[in-house]
């Protein structure tokens, strides 16, 4: 069995650990992949913001299944050109993946299926939106509509602050994604992240994981993909879980009564608010950093289980999950997510993972020529630690943290600690 992974970040790294682990022994690719990923696949080197680069190397290198990792492959409609070339992919195709790719079409999308959610409206004009906000006040939740690598979202507790977010977005910082902008009621309560596997019929819901956004110790600082992250999550009681994953299968079951075909992951994003779970946000892919902590807890084959979902018969599958607790922790470039250096080199790693129970995945690293690994991104290294309790995987994290070393290394210090 030959198996692509799209994509070269964490969020890959652990996909293609996890692949390789199965009985079915497969042939792993990587597209591009990263320092971590060559261990374990063969890397191959392509610009991956273009699908026809893609089907091109699948045509000369037939593959069995193509996981796609970001989604931005998928908005651009990779998964239907795999379709019409006959390869089976992991992943939805465009209509699917416009989930995440227009935040206003998912918004749109739970009205008209009664999903629980914030109220939102839709600007494609500062002074309208301006003027939406001197109505509406402060607090509000502004977004960048389309992809904007996690970064473009603003929790605003002032007025100033939710119209320089909003301008921001027409500036064109955030490119074309910022053309639109939605503004939302802000939902108090508690996050949380809930994964699942679908084919567009049947859902199988994965591990609560609880994400930390903020740059910064206590929640401080700009938002950025993720520098942390950890499961189970105590806030999220048996009740809360089954509504989320009710919610999900509704999500799913409107999905096809609009005719959308979905295989790959549904991510919801929750608030656990008073009334109950209420989406946050969908993404078509699985998360970066949940998957960190997520697969190394699955039990049950991963390519069993994306072959069955690119294969429609998901309901052949029944998810074994272990009873331990998973923490990782990102280590990121200083200055991250502003401006930031690359081609640093690492050390460390080799010893990070002595610690009892931990992986470090690779995200934003590369293999120079000389052999050395150096720094290629914003987040660098995810160190992942598996054990017993949350506290323990914590402490275990923590100490491996501690034996990893490059120039202007940053990390936050408190991932998981609101859940102990």
């Known amino acids: 069995m030959r198996i692509l992974v799209v994509g070269g970040g964490g969020r890959e790294h652990a996909i293609v650990s996890a692949l390789s682990r199965s009985a079915h022994k497969p042939d792993l690719y990587c597209m591009p992949g990263n320092g971590g990923t060559a261990m374990l696949a063969v890397n191959v080197p392509a610009e991956i913001d273009d699908p026809a680069t893609i089907i091109t190397w699948v045509e000369n290198n037939p593959v069995d299944l193509v996981v796609v990792g970001p989604e931005g492959p998928l908005v651009t409609g990779l998964a239907n050109m795999l379709a019409v ?5 992991f992943g939805p195709k465009a209509a699917g993946a416009e989930f995440e790719g227009s935040k206003l079409f998912a918004k749109q999308f739970m009205e008209r299926h009664g999903i629980p959610t914030a109220k939102a409206e839709g600007f494609d004009s500062k002074d309208e939106a301006f003027a939406y906000l001197e109505e509406h006040g402060a607090p509000v939740v502004v977004k960048a509509d389309g992809l904007a690598a996690g970064k473009g979202v603003t929790v605003a507790f002032e007025l100033s602050d939710a119209k320089l977010a909003a301008e921001i977005c027409f500036n064109g910082d955030f490119g074309e994604a910022g053309e639109v902008v939605v503004i939302e009621d802000y939902l108090e309560g508690p996050e949380c992240s809930l994964l699942a596997f679908t084919d567009g019929e049947t859902v199988l819901p994965m591990l609560p994981a609880q994400d930390h956004k903020r740059a910064l110790d206590g929640d401080a600082g ?75 807890l699955l039990k049950t084959d991963l390519v069993d289980v994306m072959m069955a979902t690119a294969e429609k018969r998901l309901s052949e599958i029944t998810l074994e999950w272990s009873d331990d607790a998973a923490v990782s922790v990102v280590l990121a470039s200083g200055g991250y997510p502003a401006d930031y250096e690359t081609d640093l080199p690492i050390t460390g790693i080799e ?28 987040r660098v290294l995810n160190v992942t630690a598996v054990a017993p309790t949350l506290a323990e995987a914590r402490t275990r994290a923590y100490e491996a943290v501690e034996r990893i070393d490059f120039l202007a290394m940053q990390y936050r210090t408190d991932i998981g600690l609101k859940a102990l």
Do not use: W
């Open 85 to 89: 070339a006959g390869v089976p992919c």
């Open 222 to 296: 700009p938002n950025t993909g993720g520098m942390g992250v950890y499961t189970p999550v105590p806030s999220v009681s048996s009740e809360a879980l089954a509504e989320m994953t009710a919610i999900l299968e509704r999500t799913v079951a409107g999905m096809r009564e609009e005719g959308i075909d979905y295989r790959g992951v549904l991510y919801g994003g929750f608030v656990l608010t008073a009334e109950g779970p209420k989406v946050l946000e969908y993404n078509a892919r699985f998360g970066d950093p949940e998957t960190q902590v997520v697969l190394p």
């Open 351 to 378: 010893a990070a993972e002595q610690v009892e129970g931990v992986t470090v995945f690779h995200a934003g690293t590369t293999i120079q020529e000389s052999g050395t690994l150096v720094t290629s991104g914003g």
